[in-house]
């Protein structure tokens, strides 16, 4: 019970600190907005093409949302050498870390619904499968989140975490199928875009949306899935290596 209650006293110190604030409060409302309507009004066919970008809109706002975050709360607090008293608290590492990241993926999770949420006057969303879509949204989230724990933890300033992400962030808009096939890529990329665990996630959200999995979705779900535990267990194994040694 004590590990718990720590827990849920680190999340929502964090949300206190960094998620309740007035820059990432309207950083989480200003980006997915600026994302969703720009690519809304730059399509300009139709009510049917919002339904086609809002797969790669959403996880857009996912990954650029989640990222960025971890940046500032993980760097900032081991640059200022707080985050040195949290590892000496009495909870396990893995629970630690878990509570540092919880608050960016439901960070992430409503990031994603911003999207959906501006779809929804415009274009009807009742053949859309929740049953994917919620997990699908959930898995991306926790994998963007650990992706940017795992880019925090391997740089000392926000800056240079904050450069380092776009190494991972723009690549991924491009190979991910979020908004064109993977099927359309040149041959010697498509082994890159499915080593991205976005494209999962984008398979997953396609299939969600308006049908049309590249792979089934248990498969999509367990590489996702996959993805989250190898970079959650590269990212402690960092820690320890790097800031507990």
Known sequence: MRLWIAFWNIVVKDFRTYYLKPPNISWGLIFP??????FFIKSG??????????????ALSILFGTTSLLAVTVTFEKKNRSFERLLLAPIPLELLMLAKTSGAILFGVFNAFIPVLMAAFLVDLGHVNWLVFIPAVVLISVASTFLGLFIAVAVSEVFEAQTFSNFFRFPMIFLCGLFFP?????????PLAYALPLTYGADLLHGAIHGGNI??????????????VGLFMVSLRNIRRRWIA
């Open 182 to 190: 993977i099927s359309a890529l040149p041959v010697f990329l498509k």
């Open 45 to 58: 066919k139709g009510m049917e093409s919002i339904s086609s970008i809002l797969p790669g809109v959403i």
């Open 33 to 38: 907005l600026a994302w969703t309507g720009m």
């Open 215 to 228: 792979l089934s979705v248990p498969i999509d779900l367990a590489i996702l899935a996959i993805f989250c």
